[in-house]
Nanobody, 120 residues
Framework: QVQLVESGGGAVQAGDSLRLSCAASGRTFAMAWFRQGTGKEREFVATINWVGTTTQYADSVKGRFTISKDNFKNTVYLQMSSLKPEDTALYYC????????????????WGQGTQVTVSS
């Protein structure tokens, strides 16, 4: 069983930056970030493969968010820049998919989420 612990969320102003971290307790294969706004379905944000050479982003965050991985620390990061109010959501870290995908059901392990609130 792999435990995922997210951190780094908070309340910021539009245009600000924030970095989320997700520390894993074991081998995770592909990892990803999803988010869920109030009253909305969970949506894909970004994913990265085990070695950190392949990434994929949702169109809504492409060019603003960057996913990266530190295998020594077993941690994945989500650097978020030029934040918008529509980025407000609970951000979840996911892991355990054999390959990086946008589909939540392919990930075995999930964190508890970290809240990001962006005000205009």
């Amino acid at each position: 069983q792999v435990q995922l612990v997210e951190s780094g969320g908070g309340a910021v102003q539009a245009g600000d930056s924030l970095r989320l971290s997700c520390a894993a307790s074991g081998r995770t294969f592909a990892m990803a970030w999803f988010r869920q706004g109030t009253g909305k379905e969970r949506e894909f944000v970004a994913t990265i493969n085990w070695v950190g050479t392949t990434t994929q982003y949702a169109d809504s965050v492409k060019g603003r968010f960057t996913i990266s991985k530190d295998n020594f620390k077993n941690t994945v990061y989500l650097q978020m820049s030029s934040l918008k109010p529509e980025d407000t959501a609970l951000y979840y870290c996911a892991a355990g998919s054999p390959t990086p995908t946008t589909l939540p059901h392919t990930y075995i392990y999930w964190g508890q989420g970290t809240q990001v609130t962006v005000s205009s």
